[in-house]
């Protein structure tokens, strides 16, 4: 062992330990390793070996990880490797410490890497865009079909998966009452991925956090903005949101109803058909046969036949008289 090594070493020793984050594990002329920690999942262990004729030589390094992605281990060993080589002839150690501890720190979106390959790869259509933020922690989509478009913010909180990301919508056309239920049941879904069920069946195993991410996003995509505006109308089978989105402030009764089994409606449609017999038992879905419920028509069944044949009576009556005076 070089005297050059050897001061290295000693200064390793213990310069290492009062690095936030490491601990050292060894430090010897085979090999320095040591663990970084920023939190339980962004953890990263730092092997480096020493080559015949280093310093002259770049120091070898290996990255492994019980979290974090082997893709991503591969792209920080080639970086630490490219920075080595501009210190060739100097201390190499120390610098491949702080280097790894910089990057965790300064990407804190590492911890979702192979999720966000995931969303790129299979999610996101040549018309969407998306956009990491690293100082905000936080994936910026924007989501596209036909004339109709949302933008998201998606963020990673630094403990996650621990913690499930939060969820913004912050600009769509899409109408207001599916824009809140996209988000509603995309925070539900994020929940369910970090919080334990509210009512854990007996047999159920422990429950352990997982990544909410990719689930939130294939959600918001695929069920939703990729989704609803290819849906039709049970009633009158046309697209049951218009094409052009300006076109239903022209039109009130083309304004998009949700019932309870999640299908979508024309006002005009919906109204027409729980206000037209039969109405035994209540009005079903033409599409799943659920039963139809709405916050906007909840008259029961004999009350709305009786509505029904009091406006028939009522026609009638008109009739009769406008043949009267004609």
Excluded at 133 to 143: G, R
Aim: with cysteine; hydrophobic share 35%; net charge positive.
């Amino acid at each position: 062992m070089s005297e050059a090594l050897a001061a290295e070493l000693e200064e390793a020793k213990h310069v290492i330990p009062t690095l936030e984050g490491f601990t050292l594990v060894t430090c010897v002329p085979a090999q320095v390793r040591a663990g970084y920690k920023q939190t339980d999942y962004k953890h990263v262990n730092v092997i480096l070996q020493f080559p015949d004729r280093y310093p002259q030589e770049p120091v070898v390094i290996q990255l492994t990880s019980k979290t974090l992605s082997e893709r991503l281990l591969a792209s920080l060993v080639r970086m630490c490797d490219e920075d080595v080589r501009g210190r060739l002839g100097q201390r190499q150690v120390l610098p491949v410490m702080r280097y790894v501890r910089e990057f965790i720190v300064n990407n804190p979106l590492c911890v979702a890497c192979d999720e966000i390959t995931a969303i790129k790869r299979h999610l996101i259509a040549e018309m969407d865009k998306l956009k990491l933020k690293q100082e905000l922690s936080a994936v910026h989509l924007k989501i596209v079909q036909d004339l109709y478009w949302m933008n998201l913010k998606l963020t990673v909180p630094d403990n996650y998966p621990v913690e499930q990301v939060s969820i913004e919508a912050a600009e769509s056309n899409f109408p207001d009452l599916l824009k809140k239920f996209f988000v509603g049941q995309a925070l539900e879904i994020a929940r369910r991925c970090a919080q334990p069920p509210l009512k854990p069946k007996p047999r159920d195993p422990p429950f352990k956090p997982r990544p909410s991410l990719l689930e939130v996003c294939q959600f918001l995509v695929t069920e939703c903005v990729k989704r609803y505006p290819q849906l039709n109308c049970p009633c009158c089978r046309e697209r049951v949101m218009l094409r052009d989105p300006e076109a239903v402030a022209k039109d009130p009764r083309k304004r998009v109803e949700r019932v309870y089994c999640g299908h979508l409606y024309h006002h005009g449609c919906l109204a027409k058909y729980l206000k037209t017999p039969p109405f035994k038992e209540g009005k079903f879905c033409p599409d799943c046969g659920k039963q139809i419920f709405h916050e906007k028509w909840r008259l029961p069944p004999e009350l709305a036949e009786a509505r029904w044949a009091s406006k028939q009576a009522r026609q009638r009556e008109l009739a009769e008289v406008t043949d009267f005076l004609s």
